[in-house]
C-alpha cells in the first residue's frame, strides 16, 4: 500500500506499534484494514479481500455474525465484566456446562482464561501439580513431538519443536523437555513407548496436536496414530493433554479433532473458535481424574491460578452464541464441502516443479513447497490477488471461514494455483 492510500491513524500510530512475528525495521507498511463482514477483509484504500486464513483460524462462522454481534450487544449492556473470583455469571457457567457436554468422555471441568498460549501453559500446570498433589515428586517433564507448536509463552515454548520451530532462538534456557518424533508406523510407536517406559517416572504428560500439527508446518497425521499415542499414555500411567486450540470447533471435519480416534485425554486446551473470532478466550478442560486430584481438606492442593479476565462475561456471551450456531447451522457439512472443494481446486498444484504435497483435512488446504520462498513477496502478490493469506515456512495454506461461498474459495483457490505457479516457474 502506497503511503497516499493509508490513512492518517495508520501513518501517525505504525511508528508506535510492535506487530507479531515481524522484523520491523523491515517489514513492509500492513493493509490498513476498516472493516470485516462474511469472509471479506475491507481495506482503508477501497479494496476488498477474500480472507484465507479465518484471521489466525478464528472467525468459523465469518465476520460480524449476525447473532454473535447480538450476544455480545446483550451482554455489554448489562455487565461486560466481573471478576470470577467469588462471584460467578451466568455465561460462565452456561459456556463450561455446554462445553462439558459437548467434549468427549468426563472432560467436565472448564478454567477460563483470555489465549491459547496461556491455556497450555495451565494444562501444564495442571499436570505437574497433579502429580505433586498425589505425592509424587520428579515427575516434572513434558513428552511433545517434532513440529510441535504450543504458543509463545516459557512454559508453552518449551514444549514447541526446539528446531524447526519459532522458537529455537530459546534452545538452551527454556525448561527442558523431551521433543521427539511423531510416531506413524510400528517401529515409531515401539520407539516412543521406549520413551515412555524409560521416563514414566520422570514424565507428567504427553501434549499433542490432535489430526493437524498447524503452526509447526501443517503436518497432518491419522486418527489411528492418536489413538494409538492415546493407548500409550494410559498403558503407562502418563497424562495426555490434546491441543485443540487450532484444531477445536469443527476445523477437521469433527466438531473436537480427538472425537475422531474416538478417545478421551486428561486434559484439552481450546480457544481460536471457541468465540467464533469475535473475542479472546481460551479454556483449559480436565477429566475427572485430574480435577479430583486438586480436592482436598488442604487449601494448598488447589490450582493457584487466575488470570484478571478470566471468564469474562462478554467472552463467554460470544462462545455461547457460537455454540449455538453449531447447533442451528450446517457447520460440519460446510467443512465437508470446502474439503471436497479445496482437494479439487488445489490439485493442480501437484504437477508444478516445486510443490513437494498438496494435502487437505477438512477446512484446512496446504501447498508445501520445496524451500521456503520471499514470504514477503509472496504476500505481496496475494494481496494484488484480492485475498488475505498469509504463507510461512514452506507452506500456503487455507483455513477460511466455514460460511465462505463456493466462489469466494475459487478465488482463494484460483489465488493459490497461480502465485504457487509463478514462483514455481521462477524459482
Known amino acids: 500500500m502506497s503511503a497516499p492510500d493509508r490513512p492518517d491513524w495508520s501513518e501517525t500510530g505504525f511508528p508506535h506499534i510492535w506487530l507479531p512475528y515481524a522484523q520491523m525495521k523491515t517489514a513492509p507498511p500492513p493493509a490498513a484494514a476498516v472493516r470485516t463482514e462474511g469472509a471479506h477483509i475491507h481495506l482503508a484504500d ?16 465469518g465476520y460480524n455474525h449476525p447473532h ?19 462471584l460467578v455469571h451466568e455465561p460462565a457457567l452456561t459456556l463450561a456446562r455446554r462445553l462439558s457436554d459437548l467434549l468427549p468422555g468426563d472432560l467436565g471441568h472448564v478454567f477460563f482464561s483470555e489465549s491459547g498460549s496461556v491455556s497450555v501453559e495451565i494444562a501444564l500446570k495442571m499436570a505437574l501439580q497433579f502429580w ?26 518449551s514444549v514447541c519443536d526446539p528446531e524447526e520451530g519459532m522458537h529455537a532462538l530459546f534452545a538452551g534456557v527454556l525448561p527442558a523437555q523431551q521433543i521427539v518424533p511423531l510416531p506413524v508406523d510400528d ?7 521406549g520413551v515412555l517406559r524409560a521416563g514414566r517416572d520422570r514424565i507428567a504428560a504427553v501434549i499433542l496436536e490432535p489430526l493437524v500439527q498447524a503452526a509447526g508446518g501443517m503436518k497432518f497425521h491419522s486418527a489411528d496414530v492418536l489413538r494409538r499415542i492415546a493407548e500409550a499414555c494410559r498403558a503407562h500411567d502418563i497424562l495426555l493433554i490434546l491441543d485443540e486450540i487450532a484444531t477445536g470447533f469443527g476445523r477437521t471435519g469433527s466438531l473436537f479433532a480427538c472425537e ?20 479472546p478466550l481460551a479454556a483449559t478442560v480436565a477429566g475427572d481424574r485430574v480435577y479430583d486430584g486438586f480436592l482436598a481438606d488442604d ?8 488470570p484478571t479476565f478470566t471468564g469474562n462475561p462478554l467472552g463467554c456471551a460470544a462462545a455461547n452464541a457460537s455454540l449455538d450456531l453449531f447447533e442451528s447451522e450446517p457447520r460440519l457439512a460446510q ?26 483435512k477438512g477446512a484446512i488446504g496446504v ?61
Open 335 to 360: 467443512v465437508a464441502a470446502i474439503e471436497v472443494q479445496l482437494l479439487s481446486e488445489l490439485a493442480p498444484c501437484r504437477g508444478l516443479a516445486r510443490v513437494a504435497d498438496v494435502r487437505c
Open 260 to 279: 475422531q480416534a474416538g478417545i478421551c485425554p486428561d486434559i484439552v486446551t481450546l480457544s481460536k473458535a471457541l468465540t467464533g473470532g469475535t473475542l
Open 367 to 427: 501447498v508445501q513447497l520445496d524451500r521456503v520462498p520471499d514470504l514477503d513477496g509472496l504476500r505481496r502478490r496475494f494481496l494484488e490477488a484480492g485475498v488475505w493469506v498469509r504463507p510461512f515456512g514452506d507452506v500456503i495454506y487455507l483455513m477460511p471461514p466455514f460460511v465462505i461461498a463456493p466462489d469466494d474459495l475459487s478465488t482463494l483457490t484460483a489465488a493459490v494455483c497461480t502465485v504457487v505457479s509463478e514462483w514455481s516457474a521462477g524459482a
Open 132 to 157: 505433586i498433589n498425589q505425592g509424587v515428586r520428579g515427575r516434572s517433564e513434558f513428552v511433545a513431538f517434532d513440529y510441535a507448536y504450543h504458543g509463545d509463552t516459557i512454559g508453552a515454548m
Open 46 to 61: 477501497g479494496r476488498v479481500l477474500v480472507d484465507g486464513v479465518s484471521s489466525w483460524w478464528t472467525a468459523c462462522h
Open 68 to 86: 454473535i454481534r447480538a450476544a455480545i450487544t446483550r451482554q455489554l449492556e448489562c455487565m461486560p465484566h466481573v471478576m470470577l473470583g467469588g
Open 299 to 306: 487449601f494448598g492442593h488447589a490450582l493457584m491460578h487466575g
Open 187 to 193: 517401529a515409531g510407536f515401539e520407539a516412543f513407548e
